[in-house]
Structures are given as C-alpha cells and as structure tokens.
T-cell receptor, first 113, second 118 residues
Framework: ETGVTQSPTHLIKTRGQQVTLRCSSQ?????VSWYQQALGQGPQFIFQ???????GRGNFPPRFSGLQFPNYSSELNVNALELDDSALYLC????????????FGPGTRLTVT | AQTVTQSQPEMSVQEAETVTLSCTYD???????LFWYKQPPSRQMILVIR??????QNATENRFSVNFQKAAKSFSLKISDSQLGDTAMYFC???????????????FGEGTQLTVNP
C-alpha cells in the first residue's frame, strides 16, 4: 500500500510568483486536507477536498486555492507569493467513512525570497 | 473556535524513563476527537494515539497512553520506557466530529520538543 506522497520536496520562489504543490493520496482514500506549518509552529488548516470540491476552509486568503482530481490526488496553488508564505506545506489523506483518520505526507518546504 | 494549548515548549527525559506531555483545549463541542502526533526531524507527521471524547476509557497504544479529563479539557500523553527514537516534536490536536458541510479539520497546538537522552 502506497502512502501519501508530495512533490516537490523543496522549492524556492520569489515574492509575487505563483506556485503549485502536488499530493497523491493514500490508496483507498478520497479526502485530502492541506496544512501550512510555519517554522516552530503547529500546522494550520488551509482547506479540505472531497469529491473534487472544497469541503471546509481555514482562515487563508483566496490566493490559496486547490484542486482535487478524479483519482483523488490534489494540488495546492498559491498566487502572488509573500515572504510569510514560507513554510512546510503538509497534505493529509483520509478515507471518507473515517475522515477523522488523517495520514500525512512528508511535506513540501517552500521558501519565498 | 477551538484552541489547543501545549504549555511545555521543550522537555527531556532519560532513556527508559517515563515522561508526560501536557495539553489543554477549549471547545463548546460535545463530540470530538483528540490526537497526539509525532513529528521527527524527517518532518513526517505520524499519528501516535487517538481518543474519542465519548469514550471514558483512556486510549493506550503500547508504550503510549493518555489521561483524558473531559471536564477539565485536559489531554496528556504519557510515554513509558522512553526510547531514543521517541525524540521528536509532539503535537496535540483537536477535531470536531466530521460534518458533511465543513469537513474534518485538525486544530494543532504549538508543540512540545521531546529529547530522549542516552
């Protein structure tokens, strides 16, 4: 059974640019959640996707957007990058019949300069 | 809104000894889940243990156990027979019972860095 995977592992962007992060959910999981973890802090919920639609959103501006595909993989897009967007972005997948179980990927480290 | 507080930024313990990490939370919900996650330097967030609020019995997973005090809104993690591999950041997290309209989101505390010394 393949776990949650994320790509890329690291990337560096310039303020004002746009970035796309990718997540492949664990086999049999149809719900994907995204979290932002700033250095030295706990993760913050960005949003969740189920059946290709956003199903809950945290306190993040609209320049954070996402997609979920028919195979349940997901993308997180961030437009107009700001320095404060520098963080570890974590993806978690869960089965719908037990969505309280969230299995995390290894994360993508984004640095905005 | 829910909040989770971990008042111990750092803790250390000798190998083979027992350590307890503290967590308190604030919510008006009656049905919810509480979790402890471990994040080693590899960054992968790993579930350690889960507690359903409607269960009075404290959850146990091998060397890990919790002390869940619902009225006090307290949820501590006890690690027995500490091992070097337990060195990691530990996060306490809260989740309301999942809903169709708002999904299932985790609210995390700030974390406790645990170091197990040989």
């Amino acid at each position: 059974e393949t776990g949650v995977t994320q790509s890329p592992t690291h990337l560096i962007k310039t303020r004002g640019q746009q970035v796309t992060l990718r997540c492949s959910s664990q086999s049999g999981h149809n719900t994907v959640s995204w979290y932002q973890q700033a250095l030295g802090q706990g993760p913050q919920f960005i949003f969740q996707y189920y059946r290709e639609e956003e199903n809950g959103r945290g306190n993040f501006p609209p320049r954070f957007s996402g997609l979920q595909f028919p195979n349940y993989s997901s993308e997180l897009n961030v437009n107009a990058l700001e320095l404060d967007d520098s963080a570890l972005y974590l993806c978690a997948s869960s089965p719908r019949d037990s969505s309280y179980e969230q299995y995390f990927g290894p994360g993508t480290r984004l640095t905005v300069t | 809104a829910q909040t989770v507080t971990q008042s111990q930024p750092e803790m250390s313990v000798q190998e083979a000894e027992t350590v307890t990490l503290s967590c308190t939370y604030d919510t008006s919900e009656n049905n919810y889940y509480l979790f402890w996650y471990k994040q080693p330097p590899s960054r992968q967030m790993i579930l350690v243990i889960r507690q359903e609020a409607y269960k009075q019995q404290n959850a146990t997973e091998n060397r890990f156990s919790v002390n869940f005090q619902k009225a006090a809104k307290s949820f501590s993690l006890k690690i027995s027979d500490s091992q070097l591999g337990d060195t990691a950041m530990y996060f306490c997290a809260f989740m309301k019972s999942p809903r169709e309209t708002s999904g299932s989101r985790l609210t995390f505390g700030e974390g406790t860095q645990l170091t197990v010394n040989p």
